[in-house]
């Protein structure tokens, strides 16, 4: 069951530019979480928002969630060329009476030096 | 450091044949997951594990079966693998409590299957 839905699909900007990424989910959440992934490799972890917060701050990375509109978004500010990478959203959904996360598709970025 | 290994990177099978993907996590913790992954189609859930020798199946556990007999071991086995399985496996874990701590990945076994 897929919940979360990154938008847009590939985003392409220069060195030192913002980056913004969206994310839409469907049903009620606890928390959202951003990932990020190498190309061919495993995902690691970014940032972890909960349901009460709005903002959040990490390094260069802002997210902010508005669950009324059901909806976040990661900013990667002055991004650099090794911010290239694809950014996945995932939400905690109900699977046969546990929480597990359900991953968007994915944002594929690229940063151009 | 959380490490979470994968048995291989690469992996080419042949249809029909029995495929055993191996992970192991030396961070102890409770939760293991199997994803797999495949372009636009993002990850999908195949199964998970809270627990040793506790299973329960994913979003999409069809074909596909696992094993914990050990807290770090997480194993995905293919009973007859078809060419339709031929995707990145991605295993994950996380510490305790439910799914939505965060999961900390290995580096991912891409397999085709012939």
């Known amino acids: 069951s897929q919940q979360g839905e990154e938008d847009p699909q590939a985003l392409s900007i220069q060195e030192g530019e913002n980056a913004t990424m969206n994310c839409s989910y469907k049903?009620?959440?606890?928390?959202l979480q951003w990932y990020r992934q190498n190309s061919g490799r495993g995902l690691v972890h970014l940032i972890l928002?909960?349901?009460?917060?709005r903002e959040k701050h990490s390094g260069r990375l802002r997210v902010t969630l508005d669950t009324s509109k059901k909806s976040s978004s990661l900013l990667i500010t002055a991004s650099r060329a090794a911010d290239t990478a694809s950014y996945f959203c995932?939400?905690?959904?109900?699977?046969?009476?546990?929480?597990?996360?359900?991953f968007g598709k994915g944002t594929m970025l690229l940063v151009s030096p | 450091d959380v490490k979470v290994t994968q048995s291989s990177r690469y992996l080419v099978k042949r249809t029909g044949e029995k495929v055993f993907l191996e992970c192991v996590q030396d961070?102890?913790?409770?939760?293991m997951f199997w994803y797999r992954q495949d372009p636009g189609l993002g990850l999908r859930l195949i199964y998970f594990?809270?627990?040793?020798?506790?299973?329960e199946k994913g979003d999409i556990p069809e074909g596909y079966s696992v094993s914990r007999e050990k807290k770090e071991r997480f194993s995905l086995i293919l009973e007859s693998a078809s060419t339709n399985q031929t995707s990145m496996y991605l295993c994950?874990?996380?510490?305790?409590?439910?799914?939505?701590?965060?999961?900390?990945f290995g580096p991912g076994t891409r397999l085709t299957v012939l």
């Open positions: 928002i909960r349901s009460n917060e």
């Open positions: 594990s809270y627990d040793v020798k506790m299973k």
């Open positions: 049903t009620s959440i606890n928390n």
């Open positions: 994950a874990s996380s510490l305790v409590g439910t799914g939505v701590d965060t999961q900390y």
């Open positions: 961070m102890d913790h409770e939760n």
């Open positions: 995932a939400t905690d959904s109900l699977n046969s009476g546990y929480s597990t996360l359900t």
